[in-house]
């Protein structure tokens, strides 16, 4: 195979030099510190925490905040960085893309100064982590139903509620939590995981997703001071966090693509059935040239949406398309390289099989695959299908 195959349109000549370093950095550290052990931690159902300093020294932690010890990258930039961890796993990009686009970003864009000051700089380090709760155990696509209640009390709201499938809830230092205030409007808080009356509960019977942290948030009766409250009401203050979080998926599920693709090519050339590699029969070429086209098509949307993000000309519809072809994709490409690794595909030997279970929940987290059909059913004929 071409060591370029997956440049096969040319974007890296519209990637900047520091754009093309940072996805060359990312990829060493992937390569040297994850894919060894990268098997092992998901049959463990473990969470690396080693690596969250590491992460941070590389500067994958709220990459493209302006201030406050952040890297200040291009939203290009944060791209290739998703891609390239999620050519290692989904689990490990969900981790950066909580901290950063879930958790860095809302305390950035609508926090007060002294609570950017605090937590930001720590969380950029990697000292802090965070997680969101949007999800409730009986409200997914439609978080405006959500019962999770924030009541004002002098100079405190009173949390009362439950978030669940979080991601790094166990591990989190802090919550960014979405709650109904006194006027039935959506707030948003920023809650420190030590104070009383929040509790985590892991999830981990989990067949997808095991090198992630998913846990249920529980609220009784915490006391959140007021000046740890967002700055925005209603559901565009969660969305706006989904926007950010939902493009730089659009770019992991290209890098869990990428390496499906490739174990399977490369097994295709190996694997000898009725005296020659599999890789010379029509149907498995077939698989491999939709797949190579498919892989190219999604670098080129997600490429694009990344200038119009660094120019600030992108629309929240435009992300849509983007989460919702590329990880339909992916996932579409993790199943049909698993099918040509036939019983070895079901193995840790190989990676397809994990990238397969893996993006099944991303087609899932941060707006349904349905989802966003149906942001985008609405968008091109004007009436919304949601109920
Ligand atoms: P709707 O009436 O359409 O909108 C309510 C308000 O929100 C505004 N808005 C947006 N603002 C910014 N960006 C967007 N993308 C926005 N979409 C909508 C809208 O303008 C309106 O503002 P205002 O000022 O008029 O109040 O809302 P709806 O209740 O009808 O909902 C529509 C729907 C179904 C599309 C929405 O609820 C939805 O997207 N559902 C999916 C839920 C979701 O994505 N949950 C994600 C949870 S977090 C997660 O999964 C993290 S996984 C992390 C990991 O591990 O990587
Ligand atoms: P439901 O909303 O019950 O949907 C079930 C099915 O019904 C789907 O196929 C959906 O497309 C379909 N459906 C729903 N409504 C409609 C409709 N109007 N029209 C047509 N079809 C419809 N949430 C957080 O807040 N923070 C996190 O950190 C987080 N991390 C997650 C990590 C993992 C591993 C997973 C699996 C989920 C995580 N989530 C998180 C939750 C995630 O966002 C929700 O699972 C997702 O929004 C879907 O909600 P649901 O699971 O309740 O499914």
């Not at 937590?119 to 139903?145: R, V």
């Not at 993790?334 to 019983?343: F, Q, V």
Request: charged share 20%.
């Amino acid at each position: 195979m071409d060591a370029n195959i997956f440049d096969f349109y040319q974007i890296d000549d519209f990637l900047s030099e520091e754009e093309k370093m940072i996805r060359h950095e990312v990829k060493k550290f992937v390569d040297q510190e994850i894919m060894p052990n990268i098997s092992q931690w998901h049959i463990d159902g473990h969470f690396p925490k080693h690596l969250i300093k590491q992460f941070a020294e590389l500067g994958l932690l709220g990459s493209s905040i302006q201030g406050y010890d952040c890297p200040g990258l291009s939203y290009t930039a944060y791209g290739v960085i998703m891609q390239e961890i999620e050519r290692a796993d989904s689990g490990l990009r969900s981790f950066t893309s909580v901290q950063s686009s879930l958790c860095m970003y809302p305390i950035f864009k609508f926090a007060t100064e002294e609570i950017k000051k605090q937590y930001l700089p720590k969380m950029a380090k990697g000292e802090l982590i965070g997680c969101f709760g949007l999800t409730e155990p009986d409200y997914g696509s439609n978080p405006s139903g959500m019962l999770t209640r924030a009541k004002k009390e002098g100079s405190h709201y009173i949390l009362n509620g439950n978030k669940m499938w979080i991601t790094n809830g166990d591990i989190a230092d802090l919550a960014i939590v979405w709650a109904k205030g006194d006027d039935n409007k959506i707030i948003g808080l920023v809650v420190d995981k030590d104070l009383p009356g929040f509790k985590t509960q892991t999830i981990d019977k989990k067949y997808s997703l095991r090198a992630s942290n998913t846990s249920e948030l529980i609220f009784e009766n915490c006391k959140v001071p007021a000046s740890h409250v967002l700055d925005v009401k209603g559901l565009k203050g969660p969305f706006s966090c989904l926007n950010m979080a939902r493009y730089g998926i659009s770019w992991g599920s290209i890098g869990a693509a990428q390496a499906c693709f490739e174990e399977a090519l490369n097994y295709s050339k190996t694997r000898i059935q009725f005296d020659k590699p599999i890789a010379g029969f029509q149907l498995v070429q077939a698989k491999l040239v939709k797949m190579f086209t498919e892989i190219t098509k999604m670098q080129l949307l997600s490429w694009r949406l990344g200038g119009l993000l660094d120019r600030s000309q992108w629309i929240p519809q435009q992300i849509s398309m983007a989460k919702m072809n590329n990880v339909s994709n992916a996932l579409e490409i993790a199943r049909n390289c698993r099918d040509i690794l036939g019983a070895n595909g079901i193995t840790h030997e190989y990676h397809v099989g994990r990238h397969m279970m893996n993006l099944e929940s991303v087609n899932t987290y941060e707006g349904t695959e349905d989802i966003h059909r149906l942001i985008l059913g609405q968008y091109i004929t004007g009436l919304p299908a949601f109920s």
